[in-house]
Each structure stands twice: as structure tokens, then as C-alpha cells.
């Protein structure tokens, strides 16, 4: 399962299959990792330094953690897309195609000025998580979503 958690400053990434349960969140920042609460991770319960310090502290790399620079995510699937937004620009844009019970996550791109902020990744689990609420199965065609969903 992928899910993302943001707030003004951060996106935090989960990765459920990653997970080697060592608790090292639950124990770092209880008010914001808690195990059986709906969503387990609220960032509205900690201080942003707080949560990054615990997050570098995961064995398994099931919880990660990118800086959001400003740029909002948005998913817009009337145009089977989550796009990258500064401002008014589009930055990034990662595409899709529903097909049967996967989504094929095929084009994923960020402009290059904007490279290394961690925007694709945000864009490829957007897609990603709006696909697993559905209950559809994910077959990253593109090769960079393959990577960060592997
Ligand atoms: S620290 Fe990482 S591996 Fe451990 S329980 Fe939390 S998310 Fe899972």
C-alpha cells in the first residue's frame, strides 16, 4: 500500500510492504506514528524537524520523507494525470490509462530545472494511492514509477 502525508512544509511517503514493524517511528513521534488509528501518520500532531529526524530513523525505508518546495500535487482524472503545480505552472506531470483492474502509470516527468526535490516520486504515489483506494492493481509501465514502486 502507498499513501502520502502532507503538510505545508513536507509529503511523507509510506510504503506498507516495506515495513519491518521496529517501531523506531511509533517510539520517535507517538503523536504522529500511531499503529490502528485512521490515518496512522498525522503530521498535524508534530513539529515538522521532529518528524524528519524520526522518518531518517526507519530501518526499512517504509516511511520517507522530501521537502515540498512549494509545488502543490494535484490529481486531475478527467485527464488521467497528477500534475506538478508552482504557482500556475505545471512542472510535472505523471500520466495514466486505466485498464481493467490496473492502472498503467506510463509517463512520469519533471522538468529538469525542478530535478531532485523528490516532485516525481509525489506525482508517481499520487497516482499510485488514488488507484489502490479504487482497488485497482498498479503496472508501472514507465520506468521510473517501476523503480519507486518496487
Ligand atoms: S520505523 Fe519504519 S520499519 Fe519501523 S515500524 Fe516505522 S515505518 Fe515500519
Redesign the pocket.
Known amino acids: 500500500m502507498h499513501r502520502t502525508y502532507v503538510n505545508e512544509d513536507i509529503t511523507v511517503f509510506?510504503d506498507s510492504e516495506?515495513?519491518?514493524?521496529?517501531?523506531?517511528?511509533?517510539t520517535?513521534s507517538p503523536q504522529v506514528?500511531e499503529?490502528g488509528r485512521r490515518p496512522w501518520i498525522d503530521l498535524a500532531k508534530g513539529e515538522t524537524a521532529k518528524i524528519w529526524k524520526?522518518?531518517e530513523?526507519?530501518?526499512?525505508?517504509?516511511?520517507s520523507v522530501v521537502y515540498n518546495h512549494g509545488v502543490e500535487i494535484r490529481l486531475e482524472e478527467a485527464e488521467s494525470r497528477a500534475i506538478a503545480l508552482l504557482g500556475d505552472e505545471i512542472i510535472g506531470e505523471c500520466d495514466y490509462a486505466e485498464e481493467g483492474e490496473y492502472v498503467n502509470i506510463y509517463h512520469t516527468h519533471v522538468l529538469p530545472e525542478y530535478g531532485g526535490k523528490g516532485i516525481a516520486k509525489r506525482l508517481v504515489y499520487k497516482v499510485a494511492e488514488a488507484a489502490e483506494r479504487k482497488k485497482k492493481g498498479i503496472l508501472p509501465t514507465c520506468s521510473y514509477a517501476a523503480k519507486v514502486l518496487a
Open positions: 509510506w516495506k515495513c519491518r514493524h521496529a517501531k523506531r517511528c511509533v520517535g506514528f499503529f524520526t522518518i530513523s526507519c530501518p526499512s525505508g517504509a516511511v
